[in-house]
Nanobody, 125 residues
């Protein structure tokens, strides 16, 4: 089974950029559906972006055109490039993995088995 460690969060001003990383160990992330989720205080965890084993990417409407999910199988690492950040993007960000296929009811549903520890992103206006 895969273990995940997220990193790269921080504090930026509105309009800025950050790149999150999620390092996998114990198994190859190429065998998993990979995704990023976020959770703001007092809100439910929401799916941000997912990438299927075949490379198909899915984005939440709120981040489409601003965020890019990618993975480097040689480095066993998942990334989330975040541009044009807004204060409403402030949240704890989690990477997640699900063996083989993305959740059948939708790639951004939180039905993932493995989770990273979270990395905080704070965007100030």
């Amino acid at each position: 089974q895969v273990q995940l460690v997220g990193s790269g969060g921080g504090s930026v001003q509105s309009g800025g950029s950050l790149r999150l990383s999620c390092a996998g160990s114990g198994a190859s992330i190429s065998s998993y559906c990979m995704a990023w989720f976020r959770q703001a205080p007092g809100k439910e965890r929401e799916g941000v972006a997912a990438i299927e084993r075949g490379g198909t990417k899915t984005y939440a409407a709120s981040v489409k055109g601003r965020f890019t999910i990618s993975q480097d199988n040689a480095k066993n690492t998942l990334y989330l490039e975040m541009d044009s950040l807004k204060p409403e993007d402030t949240a704890m960000y989690y990477c997640a993995a699900r063996w083989w296929n993305c959740p059948p009811r939708g790639s951004l549903r939180p039905e993932f088995s493995y989770w990273g520890q979270g990395t905080q992103v704070t965007v100030s206006s």
